[in-house]
């Protein structure tokens, strides 16, 4: 049960019982053309500008003060498989980030609440209590992040994206790119007519570590102005492969929330 609490948690970070497995395709880095050739940024004409390229992605910015979902998760490495985590979400912009995880016939099992220092969490199966200022929250998630990257995560805007954008690939349907932080190496397939995320790559520089996540976007869906992808898959790579499969089936902005949560004073073990 502490899997199904850490990975609907985590399951964030990086989206009934007896519905089979999603699949997860994965698309290959750079995209290629019909004729199976790459189109680089000095051979493709067309092909748009770094600082176009970036403008045309802000635009799909999406901008809130509150935000509220409910979402399936499917989970599973090559310890564990769960499948069917019902999760709800709740965030106040830049403040707090609430989550409620459920498994299937037991009810809630999970909850937690984060915000820019800290992250608070329950398990009440196990009756694990975890609190961690989120700068070491690392070793509970094994996932580094900052709470802009979480927030950002979850709403489906770009995570690492800078404006050192480079090998900008083109084909009629996929604009692939790279672009550069401090510790990461980022690549991005956005869609051609639109500059909407289909799909980003996050590679540590770390060599020793090797680690990389994978996210893919689809089935956008107008809501309340925004175009917001509903379905996400994550692959996380180190050690081993960590598949996520994310479905949001209601989404809800700007509407007036409550972020209730109550550390539990007895009967939990502190971890």
């Not at 310890?79 to 709800?88: A, E, F, L, V």
């Amino acid at each position: 049960m502490k899997q199904i609490v850490l990975s609907g948690i985590a399951g964030l970070i990086l989206l009934a019982s007896c519905r089979h497995t999603r699949e997860v395709a994965r698309t290959p880095f750079p995209v290629t053309d019909t004729a199976g050739v790459a189109k680089s940024d000095s051979a493709a004409a067309g092909t748009p500008a770094p600082g176009h390229l970036l403008a045309g992605i802000q635009k799909n910015h999406i901008d809130f003060t509150t935000f509220s979902a409910k979402l399936k998760i499917d989970f599973e490495n090559d310890r564990q498989r769960q499948q069917n985590i019902s999760t709800n979400i709740r965030m106040q912009k830049d403040s707090v980030i609430w989550i409620s995880v459920s498994a299937p016939i037991i009810g809630e099992v999970a909850r937690a609440i984060i915000t820019p220092d800290s992250l608070k969490a329950y398990d009440k199966f196990n009756k694990k209590l975890y609190l961690r200022a989120l700068s070491d929250a690392k070793d509970l998630l094994n996932i580094p992040f900052d709470f802009s990257t979480l927030q950002d995560m979850i709403i489906g805007n770009p995570v690492f994206l800078t404006d050192s954008i480079y090998q900008v690939v083109a084909t009629p349907a996929i604009i692939s790119f790279s672009c550069d932080s401090s510790l990461y190496t980022s690549l991005f397939n956005v869609f051609a007519d639109d500059y909407l995320l289909q799909q980003s790559k996050v590679m540590d520089k770390d060599s020793i570590r090797h680690r990389s996540c994978e996210l893919t976007y689809g089935e956008y869906k107008e809501v309340a102005g925004h175009r917001f992808p509903t379905r996400r898959r994550i692959f996380v790579e180190e050690q081993r492969i960590t598949r996520i499969a994310m479905d949001f089936n209601r989404m809800d902005f700007d509407q007036p929330l409550s972020f209730p949560f109550n550390v539990p004073v007895s009967g939990y073990t502190r971890e």
